[in-house]
């Protein structure tokens, strides 16, 4: 069964700092990405990395957060830096994921983490 699951979200200061993580199972995990969703709006992309380490940004977020992952613990990390009050939503993980069961690939998301970065 595939399974993602996000941790690590929670309530900061502005200009402060968390680290998401999103542990996935099932299969073998090839793009990995962070979404986000405020209240009222669409979800929309944060970040995704390839399985080689190739990283995209939203520009909202360049220089602030990074993703990272590690293949070998099928996780990936979203560390973000540099909080603003619009960083707030129910972050999201996303993946592309090659079962282990019958070698089919599918889209799979995590359950969603709130962050929230009061002013």
């Known amino acids: 069964q595939v399974q993602l699951v996000e941790s690590g979200g929670g309530l900061v200061q502005a200009g402060g700092s968390l680290r998401l993580s999103c542990v996935a199972s099932g299969g073998i995990v090839t793009i990995m990405g962070w979404y986000r969703q405020a209240p009222g709006k669409q979800r929309d992309v944060v970040a995704a990395i390839t399985r080689s380490g190739s990283a995209n940004y939203a520009d909202s977020v360049k220089g602030r957060f990074t993703i990272t992952r590690d293949n070998a613990k099928n996780t990936v990390y979203l560390q973000m830096n540099s909080l603003k009050p619009e960083d707030t939503a129910v972050y999201y993980c996303?993946?592309?994921?090659?079962?282990?069961?019958?070698?089919?690939?599918?889209?799979?998301w995590g359950q969603g983490t709130q962050v929230t970065v009061d002013s």
């Open positions: 996303n993946a592309d994921i090659v079962k282990y069961t019958d070698l089919r690939s599918n889209n799979y």
